[in-house]
T-cell receptor, first 114, second 110 residues
Framework: AQSVTQPDIHITVSEGASLELRCNYSYGATPYLFWYVQSPGQGLQLLLKYFSGDTLVQGIKGFEAEFKRSQSSFNLRKPSVHWSDAAEYFC????????????FGKGTLLTVNP | NAGVTQTPKFRVLKTGQSMTLLCAQDMNHEYMYWYRQDPGMGLRLIHYSVGEGTTAKGEVPDGYNVSRLKKQNFLLGLESAAPSQTSVYFCASMDQVEQYFGPGTRLTVT
């Protein structure tokens, strides 16, 4: 069964600092890869996705992610964090052979200090 | 175009009561999913459907039933609610791999 690991449960950064959230998945073939963000009490918003092609993908709100096949990783980055980025971030994977069911990581909570 | 809607938004049940959560989408998507979200657990798949009249079990199906009688609706039922089913429930529909999520239903079972 595929699994997704987000090693960092909670990360705190200062406003204006750079950010990297880690995501590793376990599956032989390259799955479809996603990052979602969830503000407190809100639903899920898709930040970006990777299906194939260029391994660096751009998303909304200034986020980007890089797919590294050799490391089975799909880390999320942002060069300069804003206070409004404080939220919980989820990495997820899907496979066509599994009817595109999403398997989520347990999430990383981001706190932004002024 | 409302996207994916969920009814109700909040509900409090007593142990042993039953209820049905409704998910509706107006995007003509074939695939639909029900997830539950618990603190520190991420989202976990309960049941899903690949088309009208079909349903299948996900990762945590026990205590839930589903029906997809119409393409646009996917119902999640709890026949006898338990405190362990206190959670936030999200529905999603899928088009070209990407899933579109509803706003969620917060369910508390006392």
């Amino acid at each position: 069964a595929q699994s997704v690991t987000q090693p960092d449960i909670h990360i705190t950064v200062s406003e204006g600092a750079s950010l990297e959230l880690r995501c590793n998945y376990s599956y032989g073939a390259t799955p479809y890869l996603f990052w979602y963000v969830q503000s407190p009490g809100q639903g899920l918003q898709l930040l970006l996705k990777y299906f194939s092609g260029d391994t660096l993908v751009q998303g909304i709100k200034g986020f980007e992610a890089e797919f590294k096949r050799s490391q089975s990783s799909f880390n999320l980055r942002k060069p300069s964090v804003h206070w409004s980025d404080a939220a919980e971030y989820f990495c997820a994977v899907a496979r066509e052979s599994s009817n595109y069911k999403l398997t989520f990581g347990k999430g990383t909570l981001l706190t932004v200090n002024p | 175009n409302a996207g994916v809607t969920q009814t109700p938004k909040f509900r409090v049940l007593k142990t042993g009561q039953s209820m049905t959560l409704l998910c509706a989408q107006d995007m003509n998507h074939e695939y639909m999913y029900w997830y539950r979200q618990d603190p520190g657990m991420g989202l976990r798949l309960i049941h899903y459907s690949v088309g009208e009249g079909t349903t299948a079990k996900g990762e945590v199906p026990d205590g839930y039933n589903v029906s997809r009688l119409k393409k646009q609706n996917f119902l999640l039922g709890l026949e006898s609610a338990a405190p362990s089913q206190t959670s936030v429930y999200f529905c999603a529909s899928m088009d070209q791999v990407e899933q579109y999520f509803g706003p969620g239903t917060r369910l508390t079972v006392t």
